[in-house]
């Protein structure tokens, strides 16, 4: 039985909860060109010129630490949310008890956690620490949202990608929410954005219902599996806790990729596999943790130019130009945003 109880606790640390807010979708409504199916396609990022010019020249995309985001609340939010659910949703007693004086849910309170895995590197199961890096894109390609961040000096750009899964080296499956271990250990979550809390809810309440049905069944035994039961919960609360955001910021429709990378290769002074660059960069009088990860240029299918330009010359879209050019990516199509608004000088 107990190797039976341990493949249903790798089962849901490998699941993605993060799907269940869609599972009362019609296949007609998942399947529509704009349904959930289809949200990793076209994704697009974001960004000023000058920083256009760096991913195309350097063929990398930045990845911020993500205790650095724009909502404060990242990465911290899904604890109270963990606690109320579990509280308020009629669970049992002792299953209650089980996850909320667990040492797992102080760890979870935590930015920096050991975690057990089978390495790629030495092929041994080995306890590490990892660090979470994000790279963010919007399934909306022309947002006046996202060009009021980005585009009211006249500076901004959106980079389209055909597909999420065409963009890095080893993560090809074409799933909207996936995970998928890399080279060196490092692993990639993609996938949506949750923004509503009855949403949020959904997903965890859906994991702790398949928790404590392990829990009934191993009831006269718990001693022997409760480590494979918290660390399935340990597991799950941290696949989807990058993916929750205040709903505050739902209109930016965002896309996620997170790299989980080990502590120890961040620390390394060598650069292996993708990783482009490391450190810090200032914004503001502020130092930001990054990561540059190399990318599949061919995945970039346009660039759409903000609307605050008025370039009567076409300087501003030759210029982009140019850089296409210089990078042999000519096939790379440029369009002028649509939304007609107007700016005064």
Same mark, same amino acid.
Request: proline share 3%; net charge neutral; with cysteine.
């Given at each position: 039985?107990?190797?039976?109880?341990?493949?249903? +606790?790798?089962?849901?640390?490998?699941?993605?909860?993060?799907?269940? %807010?869609?599972?009362?979708?019609?296949?007609?409504?998942?399947?529509? %060109?704009?349904?959930?199916?289809?949200?990793?396609?076209?994704?697009?990022?974001?960004?000023?010129?000058?920083?256009?010019?760096?991913?195309?020249?350097?063929? +990398?995309?930045?990845?911020?630490?993500?205790?650095?985001?724009?909502?404060?609340?990242? !990465?911290?939010?899904?604890?109270?949310?963990?606690?109320?659910?579990?509280?308020?949703?009629?669970?049992? %007693?002792?299953?209650?008890?089980?996850?909320?004086?667990?040492?797992?849910?102080?760890?979870?309170?935590?930015?920096?956690?050991?975690?057990?895995?089978?390495?790629?590197?030495?092929?041994?199961?080995?306890?590490? /620490?990892?660090?979470?890096?994000?790279?963010? !894109?919007?399934?909306?390609?022309?947002?006046?949202?996202?060009?009021?961040?980005?585009?009211?000096?006249?500076?901004?750009?959106?980079?389209?990608?055909?597909?999420?899964?065409?963009? !890095?080296?080893?993560?090809?499956?074409?799933?909207?929410?996936?995970?998928?271990?890399?080279?060196?250990?490092?692993?990639?979550?993609?996938?949506?954005?949750?923004?509503?809390?009855?949403? $949020?809810? $959904?997903?965890?309440?859906?994991?702790?219902?398949?928790?404590?049905?392990?829990?009934?069944?191993?009831?006269?035994?718990?001693?022997?599996?409760?480590?494979?039961?918290?660390?399935?919960?340990?597991?799950?609360?941290?696949?989807?806790?990058?993916?929750?955001?205040?709903?505050?910021?739902?209109?930016?429709?965002?896309?996620?990729?997170?790299?989980?990378?080990?502590?120890?290769?961040?620390?390394?002074?060598?650069?292996?596999?993708?990783?482009?660059? /490391?450190?810090?960069?200032?914004?503001?009088?502020?130092?930001? %943790?990054?990561?540059?990860?190399?990318?599949? /240029?061919?995945?970039?299918?346009?660039?759409?130019?903000?609307?605050?330009?008025?370039?009567?010359?076409?300087?501003?879209?030759?210029?982009?130009?140019?850089?296409?050019?210089?990078?042999?990516?000519?096939?790379?199509?440029?369009?002028?945003?649509?939304?007609?608004?107007? $700016?005064?000088?």
């Amino acid at each position: 039985m107990l190797s039976e109880i341990i493949a249903k +606790c790798l089962g849901i640390a490998m699941s993605s909860f993060l799907n269940i %807010p869609y599972n009362d979708q019609t296949i007609e409504e998942r399947y529509a %060109p704009n349904g959930f199916e289809n949200r990793a396609s076209g994704i697009c990022h974001y960004c000023t010129i000058a920083t256009l010019k760096e991913i195309l020249n350097n063929g +990398c995309l930045r990845f911020s630490d993500v205790r650095f985001l724009n909502d404060s609340t990242e !990465f911290v939010e899904i604890i109270p949310l963990v606690k109320n659910v579990l509280l308020y949703n009629g669970y049992s %007693p002792d299953f209650k008890k089980l996850i909320l004086e667990s040492a797992e849910i102080r760890e979870l309170e935590e930015y920096c956690q050991p975690y057990t895995e089978l390495s790629r590197i030495t092929n041994k199961y080995e306890e590490s /620490k990892y660090r979470m890096y994000i790279c963010s !894109f919007s399934t909306d390609n022309d947002s006046l949202n996202m060009w009021n961040y980005y585009g009211s000096s006249g500076e901004g750009v959106s980079i389209r990608f055909d597909h999420a899964w065409n963009i !890095f080296r080893g993560s090809q499956r074409s799933l909207v929410n996936v995970f998928e271990k890399l080279e060196n250990d490092i692993m990639i979550y993609r996938g949506l954005v949750v923004y509503k809390n009855e949403d $949020k809810k $959904k997903c965890i309440i859906e994991l702790f219902n398949r928790l404590q049905q392990l829990h009934k069944e191993t009831r006269d035994e718990i001693e022997k599996y409760q480590h494979y039961i918290l660390l399935a919960f340990k597991q799950s609360v941290n696949n989807m806790r990058c993916f929750f955001k205040n709903e505050s910021f739902e209109c930016e429709n965002e896309y996620r990729i997170v790299l989980k990378i080990p502590e120890k290769l961040l620390l390394s002074k060598e650069y292996s596999g993708d990783i482009i660059e /490391k450190g810090q960069f200032k914004r503001g009088n502020i130092l930001i %943790p990054f990561v540059d990860y190399r990318f599949d /240029k061919k995945s970039v299918e346009s660039i759409m130019i903000n609307p605050f330009v008025r370039d009567k010359n076409g300087m501003f879209k030759l210029g982009i130009k140019e850089l296409l050019w210089q990078n042999k990516m000519e096939n790379v199509q440029i369009f002028s945003s649509r939304i007609p608004i107007r $700016k005064y000088n």
